[in-house]
């Protein structure tokens, strides 16, 4: 009994220097994955550590998650249905992880969107409106899919497919704008046909003229238009971007007491062209917006939103917390947050900036702030 016990103990110091060795020769990397694991499956995104020199990382197809997974260095899809991540990128993967689940968390709320708004368009075109429709991601390859767009927000696009023979059910697939190759709208009459590579072509079935006299009389996105004794009357909430558009029509005038933009009717094609571009500025817009302030509830509790004044003289103080293609997002002061116009500037501040911006002519001037100022300045408020 003594001699197996002491056996046990030899065995064991002897192992002793062979685990010591072990553990020098484990890849750091391999240890600090061991030491605090990335594996996790949570927010459409699963990452799970191989055991031996990579990350397995899955998640459904999204263009957007694809790019952001593409920026780390040796990354590399398997063919199959995953991705994998040399262990040694142990912090990028975690930092784009962060980002990949927010974008999914985004998508998701956005589909849930148009989902609703599809169902509710399409049951007014039911025999029987209390029967559900069948919606459908599903795009068949070099087969196109004809019918009306019926819904469209800032990353989907609805279209209505026909009705099922036997019981009148709506059919309708669900598009994603970003692998569509030109813009669409509600209304639109498209054929919209999906290659190999899952790149949708879009074709017009009705003309830029065909659209305009669909929607006469009818506010689409924002755009109203209507005929009246041989001219066009173009009404929209004010928009810079919307005016600059109506105002490269030549013989397009605006009607201050009227709050209208006319145009004769001979000029139609050119109001047809460009109120198809304003109302696909409309919907970006209001997606540009939505996404800014979400950013907003995401660093101040019930956030109180105002749009910059641009008369001269008007200037904000404060840091700016985010911007994106249409907007510049500034806290200023307590639960107060403006919205700029990235179109007014320049040149656009960086996010994290304490900045004052001021305005002339329309036109925002930026001036960079010490923290002190700021910090005096938010007291004195």
């Given at each position: 009994m003594a001699d197996t016990l002491t056996e046990k103990v030899t065995a064991a110091e002897a192992a002793a220097p062979r685990r010591a060795r072990a553990q020098r020769r484990l890849d750091p990397d391999v240890k600090r994955q061991r030491l605090s694991p990335l594996d996790g499956d949570s927010d459409g995104v699963s990452i799970t550590f191989d055991g031996s020199d990579s990350y397995v990382v899955r998640f459904?197809?999204?263009?957007?998650?694809?790019?952001q997974i593409r920026k780390i260095p040796g990354a590399q899809f398997d063919g199959a249905d995953a991705w994998r991540v040399p262990v040694g990128q142990y912090d990028a993967l975690a930092e784009v992880a962060v980002s990949m689940r927010k974008e999914y968390l985004l998508d998701s709320a956005?589909?849930?969107?148009?989902?609703?708004?599809?169902?509710?368009?399409?049951?007014?075109?039911?025999?029987?409106?209390?029967?559900?429709?069948?919606?459908?991601?599903?795009?068949?390859r070099g087969e196109p899919l004809l019918g009306e767009i019926i819904a469209v927000n800032d990353r989907y696009a609805a279209q209505f497919t026909g009705l099922g023979k036997r019981d009148g059910v709506a059919f309708v697939t669900l598009h994603r704008l970003a692998d569509l190759s030109d813009a669409v709208l509600k209304g639109d009459k498209v054929s919209i046909a999906y290659d190999q590579k899952g790149r949708a072509k879009v074709e017009q079935r009705l003309t830029a003229e065909e659209r305009l006299d669909a929607s006469l009389g009818t506010s689409v996105d924002g755009v109203k238009v209507t005929e009246e004794a041989g001219q066009y009357k173009i009404e929209f909430d004010y928009s810079p971007a919307l005016n600059d558009r109506i105002a490269r029509i030549d013989g397009a005038e605006f009607k201050r007491d009227e709050k209208v933009w006319t145009a004769d009717v001979n000029l139609k094609s050119f109001v047809a062209r460009a109120v198809n571009e304003m109302r696909a500025e409309v919907v970006a817009?209001?997606?540009?917006?939505?996404?800014?302030?979400?950013?907003?509830?995401?660093?101040?509790?019930?956030?109180?939103a105002y749009d910059a004044f641009t008369g001269d003289g008007h200037s904000y103080s404060g840091r700016v917390l985010a911007m994106n293609d249409r907007y510049v997002l500034q806290?200023?002061?307590?639960?107060?947050?403006?919205?700029?116009r990235a179109r007014s500037f320049e040149e656009l501040p960086a996010a994290g900036q304490n900045a004052r911006i001021s305005y002339k002519q329309g036109k925002a001037q930026l001036t960079e702030q010490s923290r002190d100022r700021e910090r005096n300045q938010r007291i004195a408020r």
């Open positions: 459904d197809y999204n263009p957007d998650l694809i790019s956005s589909h849930d969107r148009i989902a609703a708004l599809a169902d509710q368009a399409a049951r007014g075109r039911q025999a029987t409106p209390d029967a559900t429709p069948l919606l459908s991601d599903f795009h068949p817009d209001r997606a540009d917006r939505d996404q800014i302030m979400e950013v907003a509830a995401e660093r101040i509790d019930s956030p109180k806290h200023s002061g307590k639960d107060h947050v403006t919205l700029h």
